[in-house]
């Protein structure tokens, strides 16, 4: 048997199968979420760990107060996160649901 050619055959295997998810890592680190508050006056980005990318504030929001415009910037940087949380779950699930698939078949062939 020729070790070298079946190892470098199943080397090869394994990058086509993991591929997919090196992609998968690239798209998910292009996902943002966004929020706004005080009627579209705070608008917030979020990256996929919850950091914030960006913070505009209409000029009129300058005239909120400072108690007021601070809220709107928390308002809207919390639902910027949440809405990175719930895009870069959707897309990891639509993306490991044949890995799921494949696992439970496996799971289910040992019993």
């Known amino acids: 048997m020729d070790f070298e050619g079946e190892f470098g055959r199943l080397l090869d295997e ?36 919850g950091a914030l990318a960006g913070l505009r504030l209409d000029p009129r ?4 107060g400072a108690d007021a415009l601070a809220e709107a910037i928390v308002e809207a940087a919390t639902l910027a996160a949440t809405d990175v949380t719930a895009k870069v779950t959707e897309r990891m699930s639509e993306a490991m649901a044949p890995y799921v698939d494949q696992a439970g078949r496996f799971l289910d062939g040992l019993s």
Do not use: C, S, Y
């Open 61 to 64: 929001a300058l005239r909120m």
């Open 14 to 49: 394994f990058r086509d199968e993991v591929r997919p998810l090196d992609d998968l890592q690239e798209e998910v680190a292009a996902i943002r979420g966004h929020g706004e508050a005080a009627g579209g006056q705070v608008r917030a980005e979020a990256l996929p760990n």
